[in-house]
Every structure is written in C-alpha cells, then in structure tokens.
C-alpha cells in the first residue's frame, strides 16, 4: 500500500467534504435566514487542520512506526474530541445564548461528518496493513 497516496486521497477527502458542508451551511442560511457564517467558517477550519493534521501524523507513523498506527487512530479521535471540547468552551465564553446555539448545531455537523469520514477511511486502511 503506498502511504503517501492514502495520506494525499485522505486530505482531498476532508477538503471535499468540508466544502460540501460548507455548502450545505450557506443553502441552510438561505432557506432559514439564519446568520451561520462564524459557526462555519471556524467549523471548516477546525475540521480541516485536524484532518491535515492527523493525515500528515498518519504519513509519519505509518512510515517510521507502523505498528503504533492502532494507537494513532485512537489517540487521533481522542484529541479531536478534546479539542472540539475546547473550540466549543470558548465559544461559549465569547458569544450569546442564540448565537450559541447555532453554533453547537452547525459545529456539531461538521464534527460528526468528519468522525465519519475518519472512522471509515482509517478502518479501510487498517485493514489492507
């Protein structure tokens, strides 16, 4: 299996994905009149260094380490559950109860779409190693 074509296909993927969503979040303020830019904008992002992030990790471990890809997986989904943990705390600090609201829903979207990508893209290349 060749690493840096998974990492690559992967990191196209999460793009692709994210402008799916991100698609969907502007037709949903169009059809809702619903001000959802911020939650959008800081979803796509988050979801995208994650997932370049973890794909650039898995380039790495799967290399130079390849038996600690299992903990990599499960270490990938753990900080990506802190960290939305976090984006959403402090979301919480800086904004209103409304604003708040549409927030977690739109961010929630994003998280839970990317979870799924990750989870199936990774048990797919888990198991051709």
């Not at 037709?27 to 619903?34: E, G, H, I, N, Q």
């Not at 890809?69 to 976090?86: D, K, N, Q, W, Y």
């Amino acid at each position: 299996m060749n690493i840096d074509k998974e990492s690559r296909n992967y990191i196209v993927q999460s793009i692709a994905l994210c402008c799916v969503l991100t698609i969907g979040g502007f037709v949903a303020m169009k059809l809702w009149s619903l001000d959802l830019w911020n939650a959008i904008i800081v979803s796509a992002c988050f979801i995208l260094v994650v997932d370049i992030a973890s794909a650039i990790i898995f380039r790495w471990v799967a290399t130079k380490h390849s038996d600690m890809l299992p903990t990599l997986i499960t270490g990938v989904s753990g900080f990506r559950f802190l960290a939305a943990l976090v984006l959403m705390a402090v979301w919480y600090v800086i904004s209103d109860r409304n604003s708040m609201m549409l927030f977690i829903i739109a961010f929630l979207v994003f998280y839970m779409a990317s979870l799924i990508h990750h989870s199936v893209f990774f048990s797919r290349v888990s198991n051709r190693l």
